[in-house]
């Protein structure tokens, strides 16, 4: 059996960017996601690694961009106003095609709001987030260790895809500690020919750009972004499903809602009411298919979050409006309790049987 160490969430994606081969952290303090500077700032220097506190978000990013565009893993990370700031670089570095992982520790907004859990910047996210048709990877962990594990698969598909990928966490799974292992298998870091490198007079120079004066060449690189997004869209979508075999009430959850919604389901099916779970893994993109197979089979969804209703939208296109979706929600770093899960399951159950 692998080892395993007692790590906060923080300190877990920290170190797995460090053993996906992230040599360079860009980034600024905000609650609840310092942790994750301040595990950078530590281990960069003893690994030939670069930690660099920018003078603000905005700069944190542009660093990003740089850095990828040379070739290297690149990672920053921040909290939900402070994403708000990276938001036009992130656009840029889909505009010009880049690798990068973003981790966002989400806190309650809007505005500066508050420094707990919440989850309301998932249209920011699976939307873009900036200016411009463009679509980040959103991976939602659950677990700290599949903060570790996670971010070791966003590089991965940050490469595979030219793209950046996006942890979206929340202040909870951020701080709670619990066992994680390091035991991964990471896939070899891929040739990047497209990278800035310097020519060594070998071949012509590449040019990293989001400028494209011409609406025609333009037009056809958000096209051709499009069918890489469609395939994205049909390979690499994933969910956990949790006893939905033959959930009549199925419940939609992430991150930290999710563990709560997994006890409230356990409570339910103790009382002989046929409920289940989706646990949407990759937010974007999302797992249609998943949740298309309750159509005609769950008698109603309900769409557990800590916002005032953001995913619940993704859920109801999924099933095409022929499921009932209902919401049960807190907000402003609230978490629901299984209790109150449990009660909106069991009137939900209530309803199906009128």
């Not at 609230?334 to 159950?349: L, N």
């Amino acid at each position: 059996m692998a080892e395993k160490v007692l790590m906060k969430g923080n300190e877990a994606i920290a170190e797995a960017a460090i053993i996906a081969g992230c040599r360079h952290y860009f980034g600024y303090p905000i609650t609840p996601q310092t942790e994750i500077a301040a595990y950078m700032a530590k281990r960069m220097p003893k690994i030939g690694g670069v930690f660099l506190q920018a003078e603000s978000e905005i700069a944190a990013i542009n660093m990003v961009y740089g850095t990828s565009s040379a070739g290297k893993r690149v990672m920053t990370s921040s909290s939900s106003p402070g994403i708000s700031l990276k938001s036009e670089g992130i656009s840029y570095l889909a505009g010009a095609d880049l690798p990068a992982l973003v981790v966002n520790c989400q806190r309650g907004g809007p505005g500066l709001g508050g420094i707990q859990p919440s989850q309301s910047d998932y249209f920011q996210a699976t939307r873009g987030g900036g200016h411009g048709d463009y679509h980040m990877i959103v991976l939602a962990p659950a677990s700290v260790q599949e903060m570790a594990q996670l971010t070791i698969r966003g590089f991965e598909l940050a490469d595979e895809y030219r793209m950046t990928a996006m942890i979206l966490a929340d202040g909870t799974i951020g701080q709670m500690m619990e066992p994680v292992s390091f035991d991964f298998d990471i896939l070899p870091q891929p040739e990047k020919p497209w990278a800035a490198t310097g020519t060594q007079m070998k071949r012509t120079h590449n040019i990293i750009n989001s400028l494209y004066l011409s609406p025609e060449v333009l037009e056809q690189k958000n096209i051709e972004r499009f069918e890489k997004y469609d395939a994205i869209c049909e390979k690499e979508a994933l969910a956990e499903e949790y006893l939905t075999d033959d959930a009549e009430i199925v419940i939609a959850a992430f991150g930290i809602a999710a563990r709560v919604a997994k006890n409230a389901v356990n409570a339910a099916r103790a009382e002989g009411i046929k409920a289940g779970l989706i646990r949407p893994i990759t937010l974007w993109p999302f797992p249609v298919k998943t949740f298309a197979k309750t159509i005609g089979k769950a008698k109603e969804i309900i769409s557990v979050e800590l916002s005032m209703g953001q995913m619940i939208e993704d859920v109801r296109l999924a099933t095409e409006c022929k499921v009932p979706v209902s919401l049960t929600k807190r907000v402003g770093g609230m978490i629901p309790s299984p209790e109150e899960v449990y009660a909106a399951i069991k009137a939900a159950a209530e309803r199906a049987g009128e």
